[in-house]
């Protein structure tokens, strides 16, 4: 070490500028390499469909969109702030490589399911998960409000892996409490993702068959991609987000879910407001009795 120190200290102005140049240069490919996350070029695409993408009504799409191995796009109604990437469209070979490296993130992601803890046959509304890997061998049902909670920490990841198809009923919403910096959160759907209506969702979603959101569904922090089939927008918002995981390695299995049962949040309020009440009625009915 001493000697590598030295040899560094006695360089040329010329040399030691070419070394730090050097540094520099390996030092930005690194954060480029991190920055890039999991879904690799795919996380750029506010929507990337394979066989079409289709839309009806006013949608907005925060990042960019794309359609491979299929070309056809409809435009009409949508406020693109991206890049739109076709077969024949914009530079070759952007949207034929992001579904590459989606589909390499499906299949590292799919290779957590024997880690996962099962949530099969529970319907997710009502839970608070946090940091780790869920899984559904069939079916997923989101019917309310589920929660992911990062408590607070930073580069977590949550998984869920779905072995045929994900379904969100009309007015649904997943919400994200305290995050910390670069959480990512992956839906990894085995079969069709549907979107009910007014969904308020959040998360990366990879549909090996395809993506329905049904009238003003949204996507606040994440992709939505299908492998095989097409992408079909009614009215949506979505903005890219949620995918700064660079690896699947060290990932765990989620821990048991907590669940709120319907207006649990009210009742919990409801009983510390009135426990203090009731607490000062029996000291005054006990003095009273005295």
């Not at 690799?40 to 491979?68: E, I, M, R």
């Not at 329905?212 to 903005?239: E, F, H, K, Y």
Request: with cysteine.
């Amino acid at each position: 070490m001493r000697k590598l120190l030295s040899k560094y200290l006695h360089m040329t102005a010329g040399k030691m500028k070419v070394f730090s140049l050097g540094l520099l240069i390996l030092s930005v490919l690194a954060v480029n390499a991190h920055a890039q996350g999991i879904l690799g070029t795919a996380g750029s695409f506010a929507v990337l469909g394979a066989s079409a993408v289709t839309n009806t009504g006013s949608t907005t799409l925060n990042g960019n969109l794309g359609v491979y191995s299929g070309s056809s796009i409809g435009l009409t109604g949508i406020t693109l702030h991206g890049t739109e990437y076709t077969p024949t469209i914009g530079t070759s070979g952007v949207a034929q490589t992001a579904q590459s490296d989606a589909s390499t993130a499906y299949s590292s992601l799919k290779g957590l399911s024997s880690i996962g803890y099962s949530l099969t046959g529970q319907d997710l509304g009502g839970m608070i998960l946090g940091a780790g890997v869920y899984t559904f061998t069939s079916s997923a049902q989101l019917t309310g409000t589920l929660t992911l909670n990062f408590a607070g920490a930073s580069n977590e990841t949550i998984v869920i892996d779905i072995g045929s198809t994900l379904t969100t009923a009309s007015g649904s919403s997943v919400s994200i409490e305290n995050a910390g910096s670069n959480d990512s959160v992956y839906w990894v759907v085995g079969s069709t993702a549907t979107l009910g209506t007014s969904t308020s969702f959040e998360g990366n979603i990879i549909a090996l068959a395809s993506d329905t959101l049904n009238t003003g569904a949204t996507d606040g922090c994440g992709s939505v991609i299908a492998l095989n089939g097409p992408v079909t927008l009614q009215g949506n918002t979505i903005s890219t987000g949620c995918n700064s995981a660079t690896t699947t390695q060290g990932l765990g299995p989620g821990g048991t879910p907590t669940v709120v049962p319907e207006g649990g949040s009210t009742l919990l309020y409801l009983s510390i407001l009135l426990l203090p009440i009731g607490a000062m009625r029996a000291f005054r009915f006990r003095r009273s009795s005295c």
